[in-house]
């Protein structure tokens, strides 16, 4: 067996997500052309076509490693290929070895301790139960349900209220079905919720999403804190209030500043702790659970209890009002103190003097009774019937039980801070939006998902319990609460007619303290836990680095600490610490959350809808319809809680769509959006496929052929900002170029040219597509191009090349035969022709014309494309101001005067401003300069032709030297480089060349020079040529005369001659047309009209 020497491949795969997404990117090193660092995998070719693909799961130590594996008898057919096409069994080892990055506290935790440099890393461990379905429990119950669902029941009804809990479950259960499907279709690194919607919907929408993700998580923080500081100031130590009200008169706005300032203290403090030592957040998360269960389970004790024996809360009612109840010791109008019936407290707030003369007093509190309700009924009192239907009041509306008997008489305003008054405006939509974030926190389990035995598993059965499990403690929530407590209790906020008490802590047993200690724990949990999660999310964002100002969030501490994301997400947090109250900010962060469902939701109707092969869920209970009634029911809670708040999210998830879109973010995830662009460019493509368009849709779709150097950089790069000046960013470009040789040799500077044509058409802002064709023949190559670009209906109908400067001079043909082999190219395929003249004239992108004109020279009709073209160059910045002439030529039998009205009213008709003008061209004797002129080129052709045929030595060397060394060089477009074949007689092919032939072959050519020299002497021009002649001075005459100050002149292109023979003649006929003219667009139709005057 031959002996192969293997070089290992080196691995450049860094340590991301890209590594495990199969990024591949077009390594150069054979070529000299650089490498791109930041990329994971690499392709190179080995010459031979066969492209090496790096693994992103074999690092080059394994491979090195493995190397006698190469050598496997049974593998003799691949051994070439084992570096990069590695065995089944290496591959699987380390697939086996893989295991995904731990998220969250799990490595800072290692990290902190003295050890951790020393530890291997553990394996996750975690099941359903602790990695999923507690953490779910814990982030969804939170600070609503224990401080506004009682009030939500009271004010919405049991019905309406059940309809909310309704709304908001079934919203996350359907996105909790899309999360299970994206979670199982492979294995997700730690990443979370955003690292699933980024890799299912690109870059741009994970960028958005992932920062609506971090700003609701945010302020998620900033309302758990406010939950606890309400608890803390209004049922566990009301004196430690530092601002307070002037008296009971006055508004809210101590409450709020008391808000602000402890809030800022306290996420101050939370912020530290989460900064000095995660592990103990995590460490606490059990306690704060436990708070959370314990609290729950008061309730439902209570209910039961309240069957039996209900809780002692009496609620002092004035007529049909209710009244604060800490603000007098007895309720009722007098007390007895011993024999003596003297006025009360109650009396004393309602009256201005002690007593019992009513001259002073409230004229509602005289007319109306006192009496004392019972506040928690009990679940057999019936008090359902009552709370079964709603009771939204305005702001500052006293808070009325409707069955009671009262007289309806105007009191006092004096005497407004004795009742329970509403503190703001109450509606469903307002409901809503309050109570969605008690329904959030089902992404804890994906957040998770590094940490877990088996994600693919326990995700979706842990985060589905977790919903079902919460959604049945609200459902029953709604009912025991509404069955339970009074109605006018219930719509009491801070439970000011139940003396201070937390509304939920009256029902609880053994005592209100349990909800009142149980519910500040765990919101102070909670809040941790969001300033714990938010940093790293956000952290997590700028490391892919697909935002560029958020770069500098990637960094934090040795251990990984995301020391500036935590520093932002406080000053964030503060912004909803500020705001103060728990009602506004609730619904800013429903805004956020339902942004990032309703995309998760997006991310799996797309994957399904597209049916792509990769997309193979192990949950297979999901369906596409599922996730579109899911992203329904998100767009339609966004605009339900909160309108405006729903357009500001948007148009910030927008704004950073743009952004990324606009910067450009170079990641290629395999997303659904690029799979669904594929499926939406192919229904349009096959649309399109119908029929030619309409000449109202006709614009030029373009291929323009480059020129390139011996480095493989662009010759002319005018070209690209001539069409990029035409096209003004719409419709199609393709740019060609031709590389001439062997494909399997050359595929290394197919890719260099290729990437330095999308660098140039990214310089001069072309947006397009760039084909490099590799051919044998460089005119074989454009020939191809020409009939091979574009797909279905998306073809070019434009071709724009250069011209072949320095024709003249060279004394090889083959620079003009290529440019007219393309010239009948496109004539045969029906395709519009533009050749720009004097190219490096033209203005860049950054010049801009003041005034002066685009002269158009109307000779022959061929469809309007002179017309049409100076139009769009005026839709550009650089020729706006220009104006337009159209000059066209009349013959001694037209009549000018009736031409210039015809051109003006068609001109009109076309809605095209342009100042006419026809010249009148007489009938004039061929000058002697023009029959001089058609001498000396058909001098210069003849002498070309004996040159090229007599100087058998020459050609002869030149095919010995082809034949030995085959010769392969880069070829331009303009001028083939590949050896022509050279009529040889058959015989003289076989004949052995000595000295003494060679020098009787100089011999034989020397004494046929004179008679060579005699022939040019006395050519005659032909005639024709002669006519050619005369027109292409005429002509040129006329238009230098009055377009020789012109910005641009537009010129018809004069076709080819039929007889080949002519060919030389036709270029030099081009040369005398456009000489002295600064810039010069030579234009030939394409045989179809492509501007009309009907609308």
């Not at 006092?412 to 926190?441: H, K, N, Q, R, W």
């Not at 533009?834 to 801009?848: A, I, Q």
Request: proline share 4%; glycine share 8%.
């Amino acid at each position: 067996m031959p002996h192969f020497t293997v070089v290992p491949v080196q691995d450049n795969s860094p340590s991301n997500y890209d590594s495990l997404e199969g990024i591949n990117w077009v390594d150069y090193r054979d070529t000299g052309q650089g490498e791109y660092p930041g990329h994971g995998d690499t392709v190179s070719s080995d010459g031979y076509g066969n492209h090496k693909e790096d693994s992103p799961f074999l690092s080059s130590s394994d491979l090195a490693a493995k190397r006698n594996d190469y050598y496997d008898k049974n593998l003799a057919l691949f051994e070439e290929e084992l570096d990069s096409r590695p065995k089944v069994s290496s591959l699987l080892s380390r697939l086996v070895s893989y295991t995904n990055v731990t998220q969250g506290a799990k490595e800072h935790e290692e990290a902190e301790s003295a050890d951790a440099s020393r530890q291997m890393p553990k394996s996750p461990n975690m099941g359903t139960l602790m990695g999923v379905y507690l953490p779910c429990l814990q982030n969804i119950f939170g600070v609503i349900l224990f401080l506004r669902l009682t009030w939500i029941v009271g004010t919405a009804g049991v019905v309406q209220s059940f309809l909310i809990v309704l709304m908001c479950c079934s919203c996350t259960m359907l996105t909790a079905i899309s999360m299970s499907a994206i979670a199982t279709n492979g294995v997700v690194p730690a990443g979370g919720a955003y690292f699933m919607i980024s890799r299912s919907l690109g870059p741009e929408f994970g960028g958005a999403v992932g920062l609506c993700f971090y700003l609701g998580t945010t302020f998620a923080a900033a309302m758990y804190i406010l939950g606890a500081i309400e608890i803390f100031l209004k049922y566990l130590i009301p004196q430690a209030a530092i601002f307070h009200p002037a008296d009971i008169h006055a508004g809210s706005g101590a409450m709020l500043n008391n808000m602000r300032v402890y809030g800022t203290i306290c996420l101050s403090l939370m912020a530290v702790v989460v900064f000095v030592g995660v592990k103990y957040v995590n460490k606490l998360a059990s306690l704060f659970l436990a708070c959370v269960i314990i609290s729950i389970v008061s309730i439902y004790a209570g209910a039961i209890k309240s069957v039996f024996q209900p809780p002692e809360f009496p609620i002092c009612m004035l007529g049909n009002r209710t009244l604060v109840r800490d603000l007098f010791d007895v309720c009722g109008k007098t007390v007895v103190v011993g024999n003596d019936t003297v006025p009360s407290q109650l009396w004393k707030n309602f009256c201005s003097s002690e007593n019992s003369s009513s001259a002073h007093c409230d004229e509602y509190f005289l007319q109306n009774n006192v009496t004392e309700i019972q506040g928690i009924p009990g679940l057999a009192s019936g008090i359902i019937k009552e709370n079964m239907w709603g009771d939204y009041i305005e702001k500052g509306q006293i808070l009325e039980k409707a069955s009671l008997s009262s007289v309806d008489v105007h009191g006092s305003m004096e005497t407004f801070g004795f009742y329970v008054s509403a503190d703001i405006a109450t509606s469903f939509t307002l409901l809503v939006g309050i109570f969605f974030p008690s329904a959030t926190g089902i992404m804890a389990g994906s957040n998770r998902s590094g940490d877990l035995r088996d994600a693919q598993k326990s995700i979706p059965i842990g985060t589905i319990l977790a919903i079902t499990t919460t959604s049945l403690v609200y459902f029953s929530s709604v009912v025991l609460f509404g069955a339970c407590i009074e109605g006018v209790v219930l719509r009491d906020k801070f439970g000011d007619a139940v003396n201070k008490n937390l509304v939920v802590g009256t029902l609880s047993w053994p005592s209100p303290w349990v909800i009142v200690i149980g519910s500040f724990f765990s919101t102070v949990g909670a809040g941790l836990q969001s300033l714990t999660g938010a940093p790293r999310l956000l952290q997590a964002i700028a490391k892919d680095n697909i935002i560029p100002f958020l770069r500098v969030f990637g960094h934090g501490k040795a251990n990984g600490e995301p020391t500036w994301a935590l520093l932002l997400t406080g000053l964030i947090a503060e912004l909803g610490i500020l705001i103060a109250s728990l009602d506004m900010v609730a619904p800013i962060l429903s805004m956020f959350f339902l942004m990032c469902y309703l995309f998760v939701n997006l991310a799996c109707a797309v994957q399904t809808l597209l049916r792509t092969p990769n997309w193979r869920p192990r949950f297979r209970y999901y369906h596409w319809a599922l996730s579109f009634l899911g992203m329904s029911m998100c767009v339609a809670l966004m605009f339900i809680s909160s309108w405006y708040y729903a357009i500001v999210a948007m148009g910030i998830a927008g704004m950073i769509y743009k952004y990324i879109e606009y910067q450009g973010a170079e990641k290629e995830w395999g997303d659904g959006i690029r799979g669904l662009s594929l499926s939406a460019a192919r229904y349009a493509l096959l649309r399109l496929e119908v029929g030619p368009p309409h000449t109202k849709n006709w614009r030029p779709q373009l291929l323009v052929l480059l020129k390139l150097d011996e480095d493989l950089h662009v010759k002319y790069p005018r070209m690209l900002t001539f069409a990029s000046q035409l096209k003004a960013g719409k419709g199609l470009t393709i740019v060609g170029s031709v590389i001439q040789g062997n494909f399997l040799e050359r595929y290394g500077e197919t890719q260099a040219s290729e990437q330095a044509i999308k660098n140039m058409m990214e310089i001069e802002r072309v947006k397009g597509f760039c084909q490099v064709v590799v051919a044998s023949k460089v005119r074989e190559g454009v020939a191809h191009l020409i009939q091979s670009c574009g797909l279905g209906g998306m073809k070019h109908n434009t071709v724009v090349m250069g011209w072949p400067y320095g024709w003249r001079q060279s004394e090889d043909p083959r620079a003009w035969k290529t440019f007219i082999n393309t010239v009948r190219c496109t004539t045969a395929a029906h395709l519009a022709l533009m050749v720009p003249k004097n190219v490096s004239f033209y203005p860049s992108n950054h010049e801009r014309f003041s005034d002066g004109y685009i002269d158009v020279w109307w000779i022959v009709h061929d469809g309007g494309m002179l017309m049409l073209l100076p139009f769009l160059l005026k839709q550009h910045k650089v020729w706006r101001k220009c104006k337009m002439r159209i000059f066209t030529v009349a013959q001694m039998d037209d009549n000018s005067i009736q031409m210039k009205k015809d051109l003006a009213t068609f001109l009109y008709q076309l809605r095209l401003e342009a100042e006419v003008e026809v010249v009148e061209m007489h009938d004039s004797d061929i000058s002697a300069y023009t029959y001089e002129r058609t001498l000396m080129m058909e001098q210069r052709s003849q002498m070309l032709k004996q040159m090229r045929l007599s100087s058998a030595e020459r050609d002869r060397e030149a095919q010995l030297v082809k034949d030995r060394h085959s010769l392969i060089r880069m070829g331009s477009l303009y001028s083939d480089e590949e050896e022509e074949t050279i009529e040889v007689l058959p015989e003289k092919n076989q004949m052995t060349w000595t000295n003494e032939k060679i020098e009787a072959e100089r011999r034989r050519n020397r004494s046929n020079a004179p008679e060579n020299f005699r022939e040019l002497i006395s050519i005659k021009p032909d005639q024709s040529n002669v006519r050619r002649m005369h027109t292409a001075v005429k002509l040129n005459e006329v238009i230098v005369n009055k377009s020789h100050d012109a910005r641009l002149v537009l010129l018809n292109m004069p076709g080819p001659p039929r007889n080949p023979e002519g060919d030389e003649n036709y270029m030099e006929f081009l040369e005398v047309l456009t000489e002295g003219l600064e810039r010069v667009l030579l234009v030939r139709g394409g045989g179809r009209e492509v501007i009309t005057i009907y609308s």
